[in-house]
């Protein structure tokens, strides 16, 4: 089945230190890309949506210069946590589908994680 | 955004089928149902989808209710493996196509 491959699965560094977090679509053309983070016991809760190509579109409280999403061709989407600080450590998972912009009838498929540590 | 409710938590018995519920009454023409469970550690992994009529795949079914205004997905034997917390998402025009996570239904399996 299709996969989508994250990496890395873990990360601990110190605050100030930006992190980047790349996610691949390893066997389809992911046209729409998705990225969520997960704090303990909560549930998903999505950041920003990106379309190949585009400027990706975030969800209200999300800060774009924090989080910068670059969606450079159609397997490849990177999140960039610039400058984190412990309130940054969470649980961040990228997922992707194909099937044009809105998709509605695609399967979403997910990333294992990247567990996120700030110290 | 569409929004669907179900039950915080379900226990089950190991080879018996597990039927998980969701309400959905304010779902539009258009939306589809989606499925999706999460392991612990792991992120979700798709399940099953539909839109009007009843869904089958290796994983599971999916029995949708004649208005649309529910759906259940069903297990038919369950295993210690299918422990996780199951979403029922509803994606279309209504949700802006984006696929958004309630609380989901923690499935607990009993050996």
């Known amino acids: 089945g299709a996969v989508v491959s994250q990496h890395p699965s873990w990360v601990i560094c110190k605050s100030g230190t930006s992190v980047k977090i790349e996610c691949r679509s390893l066997?389809?053309?992911?046209?729409?890309m998705f990225w969520y983070r997960q704090f303990p016991k909560q549930s998903l809760m999505l950041m920003a949506t990106?379309?190949?190509?585009?400027?990706?579109?975030?969800e209200q409280g999300v800060e774009k210069d924090k989080f910068l999403i670059n969606h450079a061709s159609l397997t490849l989407s990177t999140l960039t946590v610039t400058s984190a600080h412990p309130e940054d450590s969470s649980f961040y998972i990228c997922?992707?589908?194909?099937?044009?912009?809105?998709?509605?009838?695609?399967?979403?498929?997910f990333g294992d994680g990247t567990r996120l540590s700030i110290l | 955004d569409a929004k669907t409710t179900q039950p915080n938590s379900m226990e089950s018995n190991e080879e018996e089928p597990v039927h998980l519920p969701c309400n959905h009454s304010?779902?539009?023409?258009?939306?589809?149902i989606h499925w999706y469970r999460q392991l612990p550690s792991q992120g979700p992994e798709y399940v099953i989808h539909?839109?009007?009529s009843n869904v089958n795949n290796r994983m599971a079914s999916l029995a949708i209710a004649e208005d649309r205004k529910s759906s259940t997905l069903i297990l038919h034997r369950a295993t210690l493996r299918d422990a996780a917390v199951y979403y029922c998402?509803?994606?279309?025009?209504?949700?802006?196509?984006?696929?958004?996570f309630g609380a989901g239904t923690r499935l607990f399996v009993k050996a």
């Open positions: 997922s992707a589908r194909a099937g044009g912009r809105f998709g509605a009838n695609q399967p979403q498929h």
């Open positions: 066997d389809f053309q992911a046209t729409t």
């Open positions: 990106s379309n190949e190509g585009s400027k990706a579109t975030y």
């Open positions: 304010t779902i539009s023409g258009t939306d589809y």
């Open positions: 539909g839109l009007t």
């Open positions: 998402i509803l994606r279309g025009d209504t949700g802006g196509f984006k696929t958004i």
